[in-house]
Structures are given as C-alpha cells and as structure tokens.
C-alpha cells in the first residue's frame, strides 16, 4: 500500500511538472533580451472592425479610441458591424465616425465577422485588426502592428489588458491571469518561435493570411478556432507588447461567472474537436499542429495546484521538495508577470483571495462540463 501511495504521488507531480515547466520555459524565454527589428514606415492599410451586438454603453468610446490613433488618417478606417442589435448601438457608431455594416440572421460573432470580411476583401485594404466593442486602443496599436508586417509577419496579437482592474479583487485576480495568459506566455512563445495564439481581442489578419484562410469559425470561442485553422495553413501568430487594447471586465460573480463559463465550456468543446486531429499531425512531424495542441491541452493554473497538492499531501520528503520547488517556479512565473504587465501590489492583495478564488474557478470548471451546449453570442454585463 506504501509504493502504491508513493507511485500516486509520483504521477501528481508529473501530472503538475509538464505544465510548470512549460511556464517556466517560457518565461524564460520572454524576459531574455530579443533582436532589435526596424520601425514601419506606416505604409499598410488597415480596416479596424469592431463586432457589436447591443454595446450601446461604450461603442462611442471605443470608435473615439480607434479613430485617435498616431497614424496616417488616410490609411485606416473604423468599421463596426452592428450584428443584431436591439439597440442604438449602430447610430451611436455613426456618430463617433465609424463606418457601420448592420446585420441581421443567425447571431455570434463568427458570423458576423465572416460577414464583414466578405466585404472588407474587395476593398484595398492590407490588414484588418479585431477590437471588441468594450475596449480601447492604445494609440500606437496600428504603428505597432505597422512594424510586425513591415518584418514579415501575417497574424499579430497586441497585448490584450484589463482597463478597470482596481474595480475589485475579480478584476486584480484577472488582471493577474491577463498578465500571464495574455502576455507574458505569448512573448515567450513567439521568443522560441512558436505561435503566440490569438485572444479575439486585438488581434490583426494580414490580407493574405484572411484569402487563404477565412474567418470559418463560428464556435463560442471563435478566436481559438481560428486560430487551429491558421495553424493548419501553416500561419503562426506574433505577439507584441508595444501596444495593446484595454477591455472592461465584469466585476459582479454572476456576469463573471457567466464569461468564465462561456470560456471553460468553449476551450472544452475545443479541445473535443480538434485535440485528436493535431495529435496525429503532430506525430507526423506537423509543427504547427503540435503548436496548437500544446495551445489548447495548456491547463489554467489553477489546475496546476490540485496535483501538486496532493502529491505533498501523498508523497515522501523528495516529492514534496520537488512539489516545493515547482510551487516557487510557478509562483515566479506570476511575480513576474505582474511586474511586467500588472501590479505587484495587487499581487500581494490577490494571495489572500487565492483559496476562495480556486474554489469558484474549480466550480466553474465543472459547471461548463454539463452548461447547456448551445451558448450564444450574448452581452456581459458591465458596471453603471
């Protein structure tokens, strides 16, 4: 019974090592210095699409935000593509100075960016940026994203942040999950040359990239879908931090809890479809399969913490030195995405809230298990 407790133990702490050492290798590789690349000459055209389905509170912000940006007026536009709306999401558009595509039939946000795209093609336009209509550009995002074209890339992701993190200790703890999730682990991903991933939040298709691989993607977390279908034609995604988009994020436990669903259920129903597919790519030698496996088989880590823990709960002196040591590697890979990306200062503030938070992150882990599978395209709640 001992070996058999012990061997228990052993497979928690593999179980937790792979995926920790993961995170520590790419850490690694995001904060070593990298190769310095020439600025853009802001040549490229880009058409901003902003999906809306009833943002009426904070579309005018938004289009304001991407229509102030440090580039060529000539060279880009703001279209948002009202899809569904009950709303005046779509007036309120016009009047901040987008160009407005409304659009009625089945709902999501696939569609309605498939829908866009159809007519954004026969225009002359080089590359087309994804923001979401809660969110606001930094004003360096198109020469940003002028740069990383100008050097060969077809996909680019901008750093993905959290406009109202002091909301409240939800908002810190995303801000945290953010500043690992959304920028710390794509850098180091694109640093070994890997792709990034793409967030559905400012993220850029480069003309090409669109033709050859259209936005067939109409699942709940549309984003990783397509990004398995860039994979497959071969297109890897670069991550830039030298500019980003700002969303709001809920801060009540129903609305958060309702996104946090949506996201488990949707990477989930992911992992069903194409998980199997890219395993036997990736044994066939495919790179860019074995890329978007590790992509969507990656565990939130909070998972991490269950096998680790029960391997020191299980396992003799040297398994709980090695649960040690993979808790302070873990712990260093946040320390220094909050320094990088976030506040060290929330940080300390998130560590007291950590045991409740793995318990409400567990419960919705199990609830998108059995949620009901159809979840539409519908509108988080935000604060008044």
Not at 332 to 337: E, K, S
Request: glycine letters at 8%; one cysteine or more.
């Amino acid at each position: 019974m001992e070996f058999l407790v012990n061997l228990l133990a052993w497979l928690c702490l593999l179980i937790a090592a792979i995926p920790i050492l993961y995170f520590a290798v790419v850490t690694v590789a995001a904060v070593l210095p990298g190769k310095g690349r020439p600025a853009g000459k802001q040549e490229k055209r880009f058409s901003v699409v902003i999906p809306a389905h009833n943002e009426s509170k904070l579309i005018e912000e938004t289009v304001k935000a991407a229509l102030a940006q440090n580039y060529n007026a000539e060279q880009y536009q703001v279209v948002v593509i009202a899809d569904n709306c009950t709303d005046n999401t779509a007036e309120l558009a016009r009047q901040a100075g987008a160009n407005v595509i409304e659009r009625t039939g089945l709902p999501g946000k696939g569609q309605a960016l498939f829908h866009a795209f159809e007519g954004l093609l026969k225009e002359e336009w080089d590359a087309f940026l994804i923001v979401d209509a809660d969110s606001l550009m930094h004003r360096d995002a198109l020469k940003a994203l002028d740069k990383e074209l100008s050097n060969g890339a077809k996909v680019i992701q901008l750093r993905y942040a959290i406009r109202n993190p002091e909301d409240s200790i939800r908002t810190r703890a995303l801000e945290l999950g953010m500043a690992s999730f959304n920028a710390l682990r794509p850098k180091g991903r694109t640093a070994l040359g890997l792709s990034s991933g793409i967030f559905g939040n400012g993220f850029c298709v480069s003309r090409e990239a669109l033709e050859n691989v259209p936005y067939l993607a109409h699942s709940i977390v549309e984003d990783i879908e397509y990004h398995i279908h860039l994979l497959r034609k071969g297109y890897k995604t670069v991550f830039t931090d030298e500019a980003c988009v700002y969303a709001e994020m809920p801060t009540s436990v129903e609305d958060n809890k309702t996104q946090r669903v949506r996201w488990e259920r949707g990477r989930w129903m992911t992992i069903k479809s194409y998980a199997g597919e890219l395993f036997k790519r990736s044994l066939k030698g495919d790179r860019c399969a074995a890329d978007g496996l590790l992509d969507v088989l990656t565990p939130p880590a909070t998972m991490m913490l269950y096998p680790l823990l029960g391997a020191a709960l299980l396992g003799d002196s040297a398994v709980r030195i090695s649960c040690a040591v993979l808790f302070l590697l873990l712990a260093g890979h946040y320390l220094i995405a909050s320094m990088r990306y976030g506040s060290v200062k929330g940080l300390v503030r998130i560590g007291c809230f950590v045991p409740w938070y793995l318990v409400w992150k567990t419960w919705i882990f199990v609830v998108s298990f059995y949620k009901e599978k159809t979840l539409g395209w519908n509108r988080t709640g935000r604060n008044e």
